[in-house]
């Protein structure tokens, strides 16, 4: 069961969440939630008990030392509430790991205790290898079961069908609880899928001001976005065969996007620059 906190009335609450695993390449949703932790000064109002999800022979528990004292530091998915998010709306974190067993139950007692907490909205990252470039913006695919909340969020239908991982489940059982639910995808170059992967979790960081209307600090992620396009770059001019391959990806990205240069498209970047620097866009 869930290990609950006294947690104030909160103000139309949203729920974020990311979780370690196979939705994660890159570390870059679980980075993005981190990330949103540290900027908004989240502060842990629940956890979910790690001997009821966990085969803690897969997620091993770690010794850890914190104010001169060792300890045990158990796996498990931690519940973190951000009220100073810069706009009307707190926001509900879910640092998680992906289960080992259970999905079910585990997905149902979250969702259940989201409810308690007014959560009516629901926003799942994730991260998976893709045939991209580095070289180019990250892309970033939300999708949406609910045709009401696709026209909403500018999101598609998902077509994918076969295996899933907890963000699947997740997103499965928000839509069918009457949670509005959206699921925002990075995809990560797979000859660069290594951890971390900073300009993933920038592109997520993106999505994210899009779909919550808010200006999110980004503090040093930019520098460290370039840091690794710099790295990988390097890679690839280091073999002839991994150069050429990213210029074909370069390629066909380049004319997949020529019809995303639309005048809706740069309004929308435009406003999200002027946000960022504090002015109001043109009426």
């Not at 990988?232 to 991994?242: I, K, M, Q």
């Amino acid at each position: 069961m869930l290990e609950l906190e006294d947690v104030p009335p909160l103000r139309d609450p949203i729920l974020v969440a990311a979780f370690e695993g196979w939705n994660d390449a890159g570390e870059a949703a679980t980075a993005t939630v981190a990330h949103l932790a540290d900027v908004w000064d989240a502060e842990p109002v629940a956890s979910l008990d790690p001997e009821d999800y966990y085969d803690f022979q897969v997620n091993r528990p770690r010794v850890v030392t914190e104010d001169g004292r060792r300890r045990v530091q158990w796996p498990t998915t931690r519940i973190l509430l951000a009220r100073r998010t810069g706009f009307d709306r707190d926001v509900v974190l879910v640092e998680g790991i992906e289960p080992s067993v259970r999905w079910r139950t585990f997905t149902i007692e979250l969702l259940e205790y989201a409810q308690e907490l007014g959560v009516d909205t629901v926003v799942i990252l994730g991260a998976l290898l893709a045939d991209v470039p580095h070289t180019r913006p990250i892309p970033v695919t939300t999708t949406a079961d609910d045709e009401q909340v696709r026209a909403r969020y500018e999101a598609e239908a998902s077509r994918y069908e076969g295996p899933t991982g907890i963000v699947g489940v997740l997103a499965d059982v928000s839509t069918q609880a009457g949670l509005t639910c959206i699921t925002c995808w990075a995809a990560v170059p797979h000859y660069a899928g290594g951890s971390p992967s900073p300009k993933a979790t920038l592109s997520l960081l993106g999505k994210l001001e899009a779909v919550l209307n808010v200006t999110i600090p980004l503090g040093d992620l930019p520098e460290s976005a370039r840091a690794w396009e710099r790295g990988v770059n390097e890679l690839a001019e280091s073999d002839e065969e991994v150069a050429e391959y990213v210029q074909s990806l370069e390629e066909q990205t380049d004319t997949a996007d020529l019809p995303e240069a639309s005048g809706d498209a740069i309004a929308r970047e435009f406003e999200r620059y002027l946000r960022r620097r504090g002015d109001d866009p043109p009426a």
